[in-house]
Structure formats: structure tokens, C-alpha cells
């Protein structure tokens, strides 16, 4: 697992990793951005869980790089209750594996009862939901 690292590239020595294999039930959906003043800037709340993402610096046009960048991930992250549901449904529907993650060889020639193999097709969609779900 890689270190978490500043933008400046340094490791912080107060960062507490959070990645675990233990994940808790999240705040359901749906999320929102607020957008307000603050003394020093702008904060893109991120509710009803209470999260924010801060630019520190004024810009009351709100369209520099920083503020632009820090609203697309607080939009991104309003979204990941949507998203996340939206993956759950569709890797139950996977047509190669029925919804079970796992494929059996469909070549005839194949000995019936051989072990199965982990569906390429949904493989990255289901390291998407355990990451979400804080199981890797």
C-alpha cells in the first residue's frame, strides 16, 4: 500500500491512514455542494455529512484554476452515493457471470465442475465497490 504523500511530496507525520480492511456503513444519498465565503476564501461544503473542501485564497469571481478544480471534486464527491449504488446494480446484472463474479469455462470441451475464474468484465467495477466500501 502506498504512503500517503503532500502535494509537495512530502508525508506528512499527523496524516492518519484510514485504509483499512474495516469499513463502516456511509452517510446515504444524496449529497450536495454548498458553496460559501469564508475569511480567507471559499469552502465547498459537502452535505449532510459535514465535509468541506477549502480554497484558501480570494478570488470572488470564483473561476481560477484552484476553485474551479476544488468544485469539480466536491461535485465528484457529492456523486459517489449514486455512483456507488448505480455499480452495485450493474454487477449484479453482468451478462458473463450472472451477477456472481465468477465465470466457468464455456468451451465443451472443458471438464464440467472445473473451478471458475474471476469475471474480467466486472473484475474492476467489484475493486471499486470493496474500495468504497473500505474492504481494500
Known sequence: MADLVHESGEKPESVIDHRSTEGGP????PW???????SIGHAHKIA???ACLYVDH???TMTDGKTVKALANARLITAAPDMLEALKDATT???DCGGSGTMYPHDP???PG???????????QRAAIAKAEGRS
Open 26 to 29: 456511509h452517510t446515504p444519498g
Open 32 to 38: 450536495f455542494v454548498e458553496t460559501v465565503k469564508t
Open 48 to 50: 449532510p455529512i459535514g
Open 58 to 60: 480570494r478570488d470572488a
Open 93 to 95: 446484472r453482468c451478462y
Open 109 to 111: 470441451g472443458d471438464v
Open 114 to 124: 472445473s473451478a471458475g475464474i474471476d469475471c474480467p468484465n466486472c473484475a474492476q
